[in-house]
């Protein structure tokens, strides 16, 4: 039976950085990715100059007890254009419309930042966050690179 009351978003604190890489590092196994603590994940070291000293946000989804069951960061590529990073939910809580939650926090968050573009990449075993992407409008495009584990990535416009 699930804890209540309904899991509240928040910012993130880098007194965070441990839970949020055991999120990240547990759905990357799950799907038999790998993590990348030297370069792709580097930046849930430190969130605070990662994300929010850049322009940019990071967002806990969190149970009552202080675990971390979800997470997004939009983290500042250009003036107007963010990557949607870290994006990953814990097994267990999936179905839930707890994804789309995060992804249409991110979005508002984006737009009130002042972003007008959000990027991402992603890998092809993530079936279920890419029919999410795509049901928000998100379309597949060609970038100049991609991390490691990824092969696809996605833009959408916001309006």
């Known amino acids: 039976m699930r804890p209540s009351p309904w899991p509240k978003l928040r910012p993130a604190r880098n007194d965070d950085c441990e839970r949020i890489a055991d999120l990240v590092y547990g759905v990357l196994k799950e799907y038999g990715l790998k993590p990348d603590p030297e370069s792709t994940d580097a930046d849930i070291q430190d969130i605070e100059s990662s994300y929010f000293r850049r322009g940019g946000t990071f ?5 009552q007890g202080g675990s971390i069951i979800g997470a997004y960061g939009l983290y500042p590529l250009e ?4 990557e949607l990073r870290k994006m990953y939910l814990c097994k267990a809580y999936r179905g839930e419309g707890l994804g789309k939650l995060l992804l249409n926090d991110a979005l508002s968050k984006a737009k009130r930042l002042g972003f007008e573009r959000i990027v991402l990449e992603t890998a092809s075993v993530l ?3 890419i029919a999410l992407y795509e049901s928000c409008g998100f379309v597949e495009y060609t970038p100049n690179h991609l991390s490691s584990r990824c092969d696809q990535a ?6």
């Open 59 to 63: 967002v806990v989804l969190e149970i």
């Open 79 to 82: 003036e107007r254009t963010c």
């Open 154 to 159: 996605y833009v959408l416009e916001l309006e």
């Open 127 to 129: 079936k279920e966050a």
